[in-house]
């Protein structure tokens, strides 16, 4: 089977067919996920400073991040429901306006309340443009093409979280507000979206009882509850330890700067990027289902390497593994639940699996706190390790294809 499968691969890229990333439709959708990223970590880097200027305190300044993550937590499952029943477009152009509108009017505000106030709106704004992305590559592709597309716009979002913190505290040297003007950016591309996007017709509305019958019973497949429970475990690995303990214990146990911090867990954001844009290559030789489970193996490793690393630097040997664990994980189970789910309710099934992420980036860190104060820092490494390889075993039964289904995809 794996040697037809890469025959076929060999013989679809033998055909004059243009390759996916040279598609004008998905190269505007990975601009739109770049500019959707920096909502997150382009002003991280400015917040000493805003609590210098504001006078605001450490715990204040934090909720900058809460309250323009709010209306994803509140917001993405109706939006997507919105994009379903009329359209894809008609939900990311005005949230692209409003997300650039929002965040660059930031940078004229020197009420702490008012900066607050003006995240939420822009998070609303924000909340679904990285999924509404992933739903139209969905729409758009299909079978390898859609694992490679969802590749590349991994790749991307893991570019852009290791090079918005660096980029923001550049343009910040000038004066803490600037790296908010960059927010402005998103309102030409959402005109370019509007104009330029060809995205495939939804087709007309459906009743809503048929069209709820249709979510129900995506949700009760077995595989998607696996690919929900993947983003969750996978989350909570990612917040609850590579993005706080990783940090952590740099610094406690070997004195590591805030600077040296941000290189180290910026090299495993680069692996991964470079791994999701070579997914091609792998999904020639192996079925998505393993990649996946490989991408577990490898988070697995990469934790339980990190309690026997004996200087700072060597952290960038779990930070890379890890990165490229993770790399395999992220687009390859969209891409799955991309194809398990039917169009007229992808919208809807992708937000639910990115509350399962959000879900995952806010226990992780309460989860992985609980197990520090019983077992110690290694004690964290080693259950982070233990849950990538129950996840390991849980993908092996719950994405498993009957019989059937091998025979047709092989």
């Given at each position: 089977m794996k040697v037809a499968r890469f025959m076929k691969a060999a013989e679809e890229e033998g055909t004059d067919r243009k390759p996916v990333y040279r598609d004008r439709r998905l190269q505007l959708l990975l601009v739109v996920s770049f500019t959707a990223l920096m909502g997150?970590?382009?002003i991280t880097p400015v917040f000493p400073a805003m609590i210098n200027d504001l006078g605001v305190t450490t715990q204040e300044v934090g909720l900058l991040i809460t309250f323009y993550s709010l209306p994803g937590i509140l917001f993405v499952p109706v939006l997507g429901v919105l994009s379903d029943r009329f359209g894809r477009k008609k939900i990311m152009v005005p949230g692209l306006i409003l997300f650039g509108i929002a965040g660059g009017?930031?940078?004229f505000v020197r009420d702490f309340r008012i900066l607050l106030a003006l995240r939420f709106v822009q998070g609303l704004g924000g909340?679904?443009?990285f999924t509404?992305?992933?739903t139209l590559i969905g729409d758009i592709y299909s079978g390898s093409e859609c694992t490679q597309a969802m590749g590349y716009n991994y790749s991307v979002a893991h570019f852009a979280n290791a090079s918005y913190p660096f980029i923001g505290g550049a343009v910040?040297?000038?004066a803490w507000y600037y790296p908010f003007l960059l927010y402005f950016l998103a309102v030409p591309v959402g005109v370019l979206v509007l104009l330029k996007l060809e995205k495939p017709e939804l087709g007309k509305n459906q009743d809503v009882r048929e069209y709820m019958s249709d979510v129900f019973s995506s949700v009760k497949n077995?595989?998607?509850i696996g690919i929900f429970l993947c983003s969750f475990v996978s989350f909570v690995l990612y917040a609850g330890i590579y993005l706080t303990y990783f940090s952590l214990t740099m610094a406690e146990s070997f004195g590591a700067s805030p600077f040296d911090i941000g290189l180290i867990v910026s090299v495993g954001f680069i692996s991964a990027a470079i791994t999701s844009s070579q997914l091609r290559l792998l999904a020639r030789c192996f079925s998505e289902r393993n990649i996946i489970k490989v991408g577990f193996v490898l988070v697995a490793l990469a934790l339980v390497a990190v309690p026997l690393v004996s200087n700072l630097w060597q952290f960038a040997i779990p930070a890379i593994i890890f990165g490229v664990g993770f790399g395999l994980i992220d687009p390859v189970k969209?891409?799955?639940l991309s194809g398990l789910v039917p169009?007229?309710?992808?919208?809807?099934?992708m937000s639910m699996n990115e509350s399962s992420m959000v879900l995952g980036m806010s226990l992780g860190p309460v989860l992985m706190a609980a197990v520090f104060t019983v077992w110690g820092i290694s004690g964290v490494f080693n259950a982070g390790a233990v849950l990538a390889m129950v996840a390991f075993v849980l993908m092996w039964f719950m994405l498993r294809q009957n019989r059937a289904e091998e025979k047709r995809l092989g």
């Open positions: 997150y970590t382009l009017a930031c940078a909340s679904s443009l509404l992305s992933l910040a040297l000038a077995r595989q998607v969209t891409s799955i169009t007229k309710c992808r919208a809807t099934l």
